[in-house]
């Protein structure tokens, strides 16, 4: 059996390119770190809130329905406040998608292009909510009826946003905020009850 010669790699060049590679993950791997320090060490110092939203006011303008109660319209007025309790941080919010429901039926849809809210301070959407005639099912029916009788309608608000925190050049992930709230109207002067109701942010 022929013994094969020895080798040696001493004395050889490394390819420039592994060093290249080697040097970029290195940068990219200290500027990560150095940025998660920065972001951890504003997140200390100004121990951020979530913002989040809250229905501010609720009024039933107009409910009506047929005889049958087989078919419903609304009108309604719903504000609702974008909150940013910050005293140093400024926020934002995005995909606010809301929902006004009556017995599991979306009744109008709330939306709200992306926007800003400054440090300790709000912003106010206000929502006209008008529907045309709503076909009702044997559980809405009841409903509507129960409710024409004891003179007290109930619906809800649902729906979600996304919030970021911000302290200068330095921004928070997204967060979802969900709203889940139930409100109360009085039929014959529309007022509303109920109304202490806030997002909670997952």
């Known amino acids: 059996m022929t013994k094969r010669p020895l080798t040696s790699n001493y004395g050889q060049r490394s390819n ?3 060093w ?3 040097i970029v993950c290195t940068i990219i791997a200290i500027a990560v770190i150095i940025s998660g320090i920065a972001v951890f060490s504003v997140y200390m110092i100004y121990r951020p809130k979530m913002p989040y939203l809250v229905v501010a006011a609720a009024h039933l303008n107009n409910l009506g329905y047929d005889n049958q109660f087989q078919t419903m319209d609304v009108d ?3 504000t609702v ?3 940013n309790t910050n005293s140093k941080v400024d926020a934002s919010f995005s995909d606010v998608a809301l929902s006004v429901r009556f017995h599991r039926m979306d009744i109008a849809r709330l939306q709200a292009w992306p926007f800003q809210v ?3 301070s709000s912003r106010m959407l206000d929502y006209p909510v008008r529907s045309t005639p709503i076909p009702l099912d044997s559980g809405a029916m009841n409903e509507v ?3 024409s009788n004891r003179g007290v309608i109930n619906f809800g608000i649902y729906g979600k946003a996304r919030t970021r925190w911000r302290v200068g050049i330095f921004r928070s992930v997204k967060f ?3 709203l889940s709230c ?3 109207f009085f039929i014959d002067n529309g007022t509303a009850t109920g109304r202490d109701c806030s997002s909670k942010t997952l």
């Open 76 to 78: 309604m007025s719903v």
């Open 81 to 83: 406040l974008a909150e």
């Open 145 to 147: 009826a129960l409710a």
């Open 176 to 178: 979802w905020t969900h």
């Open 118 to 120: 400054e440090r300790n």
């Open 182 to 184: 139930r409100l109360q």
């Open 20 to 22: 290249t590679v080697a």
């Open 16 to 18: 420039p390119v592994v």
